[in-house]
């Protein structure tokens, strides 16, 4: 695992996969491996992009990649895809839509299913942004899924968070619900050149003149991704965003919103490993029989399993 671990932060494209697949597969040895990388991380510009399906979130990420690029940055990708209902893993439509991209050795991109989570994201999404953090990468791109107002869990993990808005999808509705409003840090009012887009725009900026005294002002903008027009703009924002909240209060609030997270979500994959493997030694023939009967239930053989784990309260 040592050599492993060495080859992926000497940029070894076979290897960062690799362990993802182990970040991915819940595989234990994943745990041992961020410990290993964690002092690494906290270099990356970490951005995540975000909204309606059929925004054009794929192909404005692909031409934001193409903006950093032509900076001399290295970038990393993570495409969150819905899941096969057969395999379980990502169904690739974002990696193939970004496949120009393959052949730079400055760019890596995964697709990662959600496998049935919630929110936008996929499990292993965090260790897998910190991986490439510490290997180098000076932007991280994450693509959520598209799974409208519930992808909210972006802001655990991204620096900046940019919503993608389309005229003529009812987005100009979508904006006056909560969620959208709060979480945007960047606008792209995406496929600019269709009727409406206007609309949305004044919309957009209106909600925001509602909110006083706020340290940053999400700005808006207007973006054609299939041609780029407004993505070099759009990409510049990004930056400034990511330069405000570093030399800011509020960036500090950002910072330790992600750490609280971060154990958070630790605790309670270790605390579901560990009450999982506990429910399958207690579970017997005998107490399902006795579950079925409605002679015990649910909650009482919960409650004798959380003694177990803390017999102290």
Avoid at 103 to 108: H, I, M, N, Q
Avoid at 132 to 156: F, R
Avoid at 198 to 225: C, G, S
Avoid at 284 to 297: D, H, I, Y
Wanted: glycine letters at 10%; hydrophobic letters at 40%; a neutral charge.
């Amino acid at each position: 695992m040592d050599k492993l671990i060495d080859k992926a932060l000497a940029g070894d494209t076979r290897a960062i996969a690799r362990i993802i697949s182990l970040i991915e597969n819940g595989d234990p040895v994943s745990d041992a491996v961020m410990r290993r990388i964690y002092p690494l991380t906290g270099r990356a510009v970490v951005i995540g992009i975000t909204g309606s399906p059929g925004a054009g979130k794929s192909t404005l990420t692909d031409k934001v990649i193409e903006s950093f690029r032509k900076q001399g940055k290295t970038v990393g990708i993570i495409a969150i895809d819905p899941s096969s209902p057969f395999s379980g893993g990502a169904i690739l439509a974002d990696r193939i839509r970004m496949q120009r991209h393959t052949g730079d050795d400055g760019v890596y991109i995964r697709s990662m299913g959600t496998r049935g989570s919630l929110g936008g994201l996929s499990r292993g999404t965090r260790e897998a942004v910190l991986l490439l953090d510490a290997c180098g990468k000076d932007v991280i791109v994450i693509e959520t899924v598209g799974v409208g107002q519930s992808e909210v869990d972006i802001i655990k993990l991204a620096d900046t968070v940019c919503v993608v808005l389309v005229p003529g999808m009812g987005d100009d509705i979508q904006i006056m619900k909560a969620g959208i409003m709060e979480i945007a840090d960047v606008f792209a009012i995406n496929k600019a050149d269709k009727p409406g887009v206007d609309r949305v725009a004044a919309e957009v900026r209106l909600m925001l003149d509602l909110v006083k005294n706020r340290p940053w002002t999400p700005p808006v903008h207007l973006t054609i991704a299939e041609n780029g027009d407004g993505v070099d703009e759009f990409a510049e924002s990004i930056l400034k965003h990511h330069d405000f909240i570093k030399n800011s209060p509020e960036g500090a609030k950002v910072e330790y919103r992600r750490l609280s997270s971060e154990v958070e979500d630790i605790l309670l994959k270790n605390l579901s490993r560990r009450t999982e493997k506990i429910w399958k030694n207690h579970m017997s023939e005998e107490l399902m029989k006795e579950l079925a009967a409605r002679e015990t239930n649910p909650y009482l053989v919960a409650a004798d399993i959380l003694k177990k784990i803390f017999p102290h309260g």
